[in-house]
């Protein structure tokens, strides 16, 4: 789960920290039920949870930029008309 994606980064980037949290038993018995499906551990599933959260976050963050700029490229275009419509009526 998500190793691939390690391969891109350096070293010190791969480095470890240990991260205290807490969480509620259910989320544990939850993670520790997934581990054991798939022979991973709580870190593994922590990490790709984490992994595809921060992904989610920053493709929607691409999304709500290219939607910004596509209305801001319709307002810059109405704009546009606008003056060439007053242009034609004054001349």
Avoid: C, P, W
Avoid at 8 to 25: F, I, P, T
Avoid at 46 to 55: F, H, Q, V
Wanted: hydrophobic share 35%; proline share 0%.
């Amino acid at each position: 789960m998500g190793k691939e994606r390690d391969t891109m980064r350096s070293l010190a980037e791969l480095k470890k920290q240990q991260v205290r949290l807490r969480l509620h038993s259910y989320l544990v018995d939850e993670i520790d039920a997934l581990a054991k499906k798939f022979s991973l551990n709580r870190t593994d599933i922590i990490e790709e949870a984490i992994r595809s959260y921060i992904s989610a976050q920053k493709e929607d963050m691409i999304y709500k930029d290219i939607e910004t700029s596509f209305k801001e490229l319709k307002d810059s275009e109405f704009a546009i008309l606008e003056e060439l419509i007053d242009e034609l009526e004054n001349s």
